[in-house]
């Protein structure tokens, strides 16, 4: 870590990416939250995720600018804030389904989310399969959505209906 200033004190310096501008080669650095802050900042969130969560509020926590936080964030994790928020509150409503003492509508009041419609156009981006299917099924149908294996996850999710379906 560098020790220079308010802003670099906040992140760490990683190796050098290597970019094309116009006829050539140019170093780019790039910078990345500091591991405290970062931890921080996802107990922040995990801590608060039934609330209405901001960015600023968020930045705030960690002692940040809003813009400075979520550029770092997003090149430190791959996601906005926004996108990290939630599917948190996805992977939460899922735990929650899973207990079988909330309805989908519940979990998703439970997590943050407006309303049950919500929820499920986020569940089904995140798991590939809508939050009924985890309630008829169980976690014995549920597999993460990866891209090379959405058909296997069709073809579970199909599997499974027919098993419930002679229940």
């Given at each position: ?5 308010g ?102 009041h ?42 296997d ?15």
């Amino acid at each position: 870590m560098l020790n220079t200033g308010g802003i670099i004190n906040s992140a760490r310096r990683s190796p050098s990416a290597r970019i094309w501008r116009g006829s050539a080669w140019a170093e780019k650095t790039v910078w990345r939250i500091a591991a405290r802050k970062l931890v921080r900042a996802v107990e922040y969130i995990q801590d608060q995720l039934d609330t209405d969560l901001t960015v600023s509020g968020i930045a705030q926590a960690v002692s940040m600018s809003p813009y400075h936080f979520m550029r770092l964030f997003k090149e430190s994790t791959g996601q906005s804030p926004h996108q990290y928020v939630i599917e948190a509150r996805v992977r939460k409503a899922k735990e929650l389904l899973t207990t079988g003492k909330f309805t989908i509508s519940e979990a998703a009041h439970h997590v943050g989310f407006v309303d049950q419609s919500h929820l499920t156009r986020h569940f089904k981006r995140v798991f590939g399969m809508p939050p009924k299917t985890l309630l008829s099924c169980g976690e014995s149908c549920f597999l993460p959505k990866k891209r090379a294996r959405l058909q296997d996850n069709h073809n579970v999710f199909n599997e499974c209906l027919r098993e419930n379906a002679d229940l």
